[in-house]
């Protein structure tokens, strides 16, 4: 969505982006951890839930874990662009890894 957003390749996106390497990388489409989960959230945002359980299923996942996970990120997210958090205090996690 970025490239579409910006009108730029994704390359030039990236770099001007303070990522790691394995982030960069997934998000070019090379193979590795990372974008087995980028494969996952992808699905999950398109409402693939066959595709989740797949990459779930293949990579040994836990699938209700990665669903938790997703949905405390957006909330974090939500969050922290709304300034509701302002210290570290404020973040209290709903599960435990």
Not at 7 to 29: D, V, W
Not at 39 to 66: H, S
Request: aromatic residues 6%.
């Amino acid at each position: 969505m970025l490239p579409a957003m910006l009108r730029a390749p994704m390359e030039e996106i990236l770099s001007a982006l303070p990522l790691r390497t394995e982030i960069r990388c997934a998000l070019l489409g090379e193979p590795n951890p990372e974008r087995t989960l980028l494969a996952w959230l992808e699905a999950n945002e398109q409402g693939d839930w066959q595709g989740c359980d797949a990459v779930a299923q293949e990579e040994r996942l836990d699938p209700e874990y990665l669903q938790r996970s997703y949905t405390d990120a957006l909330v974090w997210a939500e969050l922290s662009l709304s300034g509701t958090i302002t210290k570290p205090e404020d973040l209290t996690p709903r599960h435990q890894a």
